[in-house]
C-alpha cells in the first residue's frame, strides 16, 4: 500500500505575508468607558429594585400570615362564645319554662293570682290607688266614721 506524503511544495512558492504590527492599546475617547460604567449603574439598580420587592413580597407574606394567625384565634373564640350562648339560652329556657315555674311556686308556697286582688283605676284628675278592702279593714273604717260622727254630734 502506498503511503501519500504530504505535498509541501504547495506552499514553497508562496508570497510572504507583511508582519503585523504588534497590538498596542491606544487612549480612545470615553464614550466606551460611559457605556460601560451606565451599564454597571443599570444593573446595580435593577438589583436594588428586585431586591427592594423581594423584600416587601416577604413583608407581606409574613403580614398575611400573622393576620391569618389572628383570624384563626378570633375564630376559636367566637365558637367558645356561641357555644357558651347556646347553653345559656336553653339553661334559661328551662328555667323560665311555665311548668318549672309553676313548680317552684308550689315549692314556695306562692299561689296565682286572683281576680279579686286586680282593682281597674280609672283616673280623672288625680293619681290615686285604691285597694279592695278587706273584712278587717272595713270594719276599722265603719268604727273610725262611727267615733267621728259621735265627736262632731257632741262638738257643738
Not at 80 to 100: F, G, K, P, R, V
Request: some cysteine.
Amino acid at each position: 500500500m502506498p503511503q501519500t506524503a504530504y505535498d509541501l511544495s504547495v506552499f514553497e512558492n508562496r508570497p510572504q505575508a507583511k508582519k503585523q504590527q504588534p497590538l498596542r492599546v491606544a487612549k480612545g475617547n470615553r464614550t466606551g468607558m460611559v457605556w460601560v460604567v451606565l451599564r454597571q449603574v443599570r444593573m446595580v439598580a435593577v438589583g436594588g429594585i428586585l431586591l427592594a420587592l423581594l423584600c416587601s413580597y416577604l413583608f407581606s407574606q409574613a403580614q398575611v400570615s400573622a393576620l391569618a394567625a389572628d383570624i384563626q384565634k378570633y375564630e376559636s373564640q367566637l365558637a367558645a362564645a356561641q357555644s357558651e350562648y347556646s347553653y345559656l339560652t336553653s339553661q334559661m329556657d328551662a328555667i323560665t319554662n311555665q311548668s318549672n315555674v309553676d313548680e317552684i311556686a308550689a315549692k314556695l308556697g306562692l299561689m296565682k293570682i286572683d281576680p279579686s286582688q286586680v282593682t281597674y283605676i280609672t283616673v280623672e284628675q288625680e293619681s290615686q290607688i285604691t285597694r279592695p278592702d278587706s273584712g278587717l279593714n272595713k270594719i276599722a273604717r265603719q268604727i273610725g266614721e262611727m267615733a267621728l260622727s259621735i265627736l262632731n254630734y257632741l262638738n257643738p
